[in-house]
């Protein structure tokens, strides 16, 4: 959702980076997030990680709780609403 706010502001190809933060700050929405999406945004930014680090997957998936998952999935859904709405 960052980089499709990214190409609707900028009218250009969103960085190619993973870096939710980054991406934020260089869409303009970084400075308008509340203390619990920045919060949200730097949590999450670690599950995406790369297929060489088996043993890191191995110790998300033992604290990610399908309570966590849930509640993960709603605070994205939240955000991305939220981001919408920015445009």
């Not at 997030?33 to 297929?51: G, K, R, T, V, Y």
């Amino acid at each position: 959702m960052l980089k499709a706010y990214f190409s609707a502001i900028k009218d250009e190809t969103p960085p190619y980076v993973h870096n939710l933060k980054r991406l934020a700050e260089q869409s303009g929405l970084l400075q308008s997030f509340s203390e619990e999406q920045l919060d949200f945004i730097e949590e999450i930014m670690p599950m995406n990680i790369e297929a060489r680090y088996p043993t890191y997957k191995e110790h998300l998936l033992k604290i990610l709780t399908e309570d966590k998952c849930k509640n993960i999935l709603n605070q994205t859904e939240e955000l991305c609403i939220w981001i919408k709405q920015q445009l």
